[in-house]
């Protein structure tokens, strides 16, 4: 049995029944609140009411040591008090101390016999023992309570902190009756009972069919019983219900190597192999936050995590839990501003990193993390002078620490976008020599060549990236336009065609090459392309008038005239498409069309010196009767 598996789905997968929340403060920052209710704890010290709250928040905030002692006054309140018992129980549990934990949810049930939360805990307390009979008696019975009508319930319900807190949630729930056939099944297995184990499963994915352990764990059973057929399926369904599920995907490759479909094996192997090293990561900080006395660090380390995996709320809570523990974690302070920044939370990210940096005068990250806030502000107001505060902020960075890849990027970007190439190219440069590998870096390093019409330089690194990866797609499009330039049409095709070979329904890849087939006087290709265009965006104005132009130079008129009015159709308000319309109506000779249709263009573009020379050649045709 694999019981590093047990551990991550006890906290991060543990499926509860009904979340009981009656008090109900989510949104709010609890390390703010928590001091109302030790205030209030203070002043109602034989209240249970008052008492557990403050347990609650305590538990929230991982203070384990803090909520025990909130406990043992409870019980000392109330020695009868089941609920006392019970959350002592499950407050050891969480820490992994199971042999203390089993006593408080044996006098949980003597207290409370009808029960079926507190006998479902002590369950899982006796299965982390190895104590399979006692564990199983006690499963039995909270499943036989689970149904029952007369069920306990609580006096202090637990409140809702968050509705998005899985670890929260994890903390407080009840094992569902799915979860404790789960278990069931689970002590079956261990003592080889198969085909009971079976059917303890089966009967828990009727209670609840997405229960992806229960799957899981029946894949398991029939690769036991060599049903490979059905193993197979099982585990599909348990990749379907929980895509994160490292272990079905590598139970999967093992039977698809059983089975000769290499291919698939290695697939699902590598897989397995990425979310284990995710997976693992947090496990082990979710260990340590179970066990280490100093918690600040455990939580600033689960608040980067969530960061990196754009759970901003997450990271927010983690980052406030641990300046809780430690008010003076500069790292954390920084991580919460990272966060508050990628929300739009200007002031708060600016004051985050401000209290980061009193903490840590040389702190670069912090310094960055600034720099970020003044960039996404300007992203937004488009002011120089927000710009420039964001270089300040990053040029101190980089005086801290000289090979900051965060800080380089973000000036070279910076610099980019000032239209500063110069400076970009040199920015650029520094980043390459550090991270050389990195196919961003170079590309973006060739962009700056090529918006400074540096073209050998931008070809020599396009070349490189393609020697790299050759299926990038951005190198082709600037090698097409740089060939193109130079009036090499041909090469600068065969481009755009290896760029389609990458992405086969690129619409700006078939308008390049309209464009270019048009300029070498290609007809056939030329249209092939457009109407391929808009074969892929029916919407595409600009492809019809491009056909419109096509069959005009043609004299090929019925069809020009078609494919012109539908680009006008399209998009009423745009001049150019009126002017080819105007023209094709020159060309038949409609010219009061003509007329008509040149001076709307004229009002929508007033200055166009080529649409008024239309008018007037227009005029002239009509003075002279000309057909």
Not at 330 to 344: P, R, S, W
Not at 510 to 525: D, H, N, S
Not at 534 to 554: P, V
Request: proline share 3%.
């Amino acid at each position: 049995m694999n019981f590093k598996f047990l551990l991550i789905s006890q906290f991060l997968l543990l499926l509860g029944s009904v979340f009981m929340a009656t008090l109900s403060i989510a949104g709010q920052d609890l390390t703010k609140t928590v001091w109302k209710f030790q205030q209030d704890a203070e002043e109602h010290p034989q209240s249970l009411d008052v008492q557990m709250r403050l347990f609650f928040a305590l538990m929230a905030l991982d203070g384990y040591e803090q909520a025990v002692k909130v406990l043992a006054n409870v019980i000392n309140i109330d020695k009868k008090f089941a609920e006392g018992h019970y959350w002592l129980g499950r407050i050891n549990y969480i820490q992994e101390r199971f042999e203390v934990a089993a006593p408080s949810f044996l006098s949980a049930v003597s207290l409370a016999p009808e029960w079926s939360g507190a006998y479902a805990e002590l369950g899982l307390c006796y299965f982390r023992m190895h104590k399979y009979t006692e564990a199983e008696k006690a499963f039995l019975e909270a499943f036989r309570l689970s149904s029952s009508t007369v069920n306990y319930s609580f006096q202090c319900p637990t409140p809702n902190f968050s509705s998005s807190d899985e670890r929260w949630e994890s903390k407080v729930s009840s094992l569902s009756p799915a979860n404790m056939l789960h278990y069931l099944g689970l002590i079956s297995f261990e003592r080889g009972l198969f085909e009971k184990s079976e059917e303890y499963y089966l009967k828990g994915i009727k209670l609840d069919p997405d229960f992806a352990d229960l799957h899981f764990q029946l894949g398991l059973v029939y690769t036991r019983q060599k049903k490979w057929k059905l193993a197979e399926e099982f585990f599909l369904e348990t990749v379907q219900l929980n895509t994160q599920m490292a272990q079905a995907h590598y139970q999967l490759s093992l039977l698809y190597f059983k089975r000769g479909k290499h291919q698939e094996a290695k697939q699902e192997m590598d897989i397995s192999q990425r979310l284990n090293k995710t997976l693992e990561e947090r496990l082990d900080q979710q260990v340590a936050l179970m066990r280490n006395e100093d918690k600040a660090p455990v939580l600033s380390n689960l608040g980067r995590m969530n960061l990196n995996d754009q759970k901003y709320e997450a990271a927010i809570r983690d980052y406030r839990k641990a300046i809780w523990h430690n008010p003076n974690l500069a790292e954390a302070h920084n991580g919460l501003g990272y966060a508050y920044v990628l929300q739009g939370k200007w002031e708060l990210a600016l004051e985050a990193q401000e209290k980061a940096l009193q903490l840590n005068p040389k702190m670069p990250e912090a310094y960055s993390g600034i720099g970020m806030v003044w960039f996404r502000k300007a992203e937004i107001s488009g002011k120089i002078t927000d710009y420039e505060e964001s270089l300040t902020a990053y040029r101190k960075a980089i005086a801290l620490k000289v090979d900051f890849p965060e800080a380089l990027a973000n000036i070279a970007n910076i610099n980019m976008k000032l239209h500063r190439f110069e400076d970009a190219e040199l920015n650029y440069g520094k980043l390459l020599l550090l991270q050389p590998e990195n196919p961003k870096i170079r590309l973006a390093l060739a962009e700056v060549y090529f918006q400074q019409q540096k073209y050998g330089l931008a070809e020599v690194h396009y070349h490189k990236l393609l020697q790299t990866d050759s299926h990038l797609i951005e190198p082709y499009y600037r090698l097409s336009t740089i060939t193109a330039s130079q009036g090499n049409l041909d090469i600068a095709i065969g481009h755009l065609k290896s760029a389609l070979k990458i992405q086969p329904d690129t619409v700006q890849t078939y308008y390049r090459l309209g464009e270019i087939y048009t300029f070498q006087g290609a007809f056939e290709q030329a249209k092939k392309s457009y109407q391929q265009v808009i074969a892929l965006q029916s919407s595409a104005a600009y492809a019809y008038d491009q056909l419109a132009h096509l069959y005009g130079e043609k004299r090929q008129l019925d069809e020009a005239l078609q494919m012109s009015q539908r680009a006008v159709e399209l998009e009423p308000e745009e001049a150019v498409y009126l002017n080819t319309l105007s023209w094709l109506y020159y060309l038949v000779g409609t010219y009061s069309k003509a007329e008509q249709t040149i001076k709307q263009a004229l009002l929508l573009d007033p200055d166009n010196s080529l649409y008024r020379e239309a008018l007037t050649a227009i005029k002239q045709a009509q003075t002279s009767g000309k057909n």
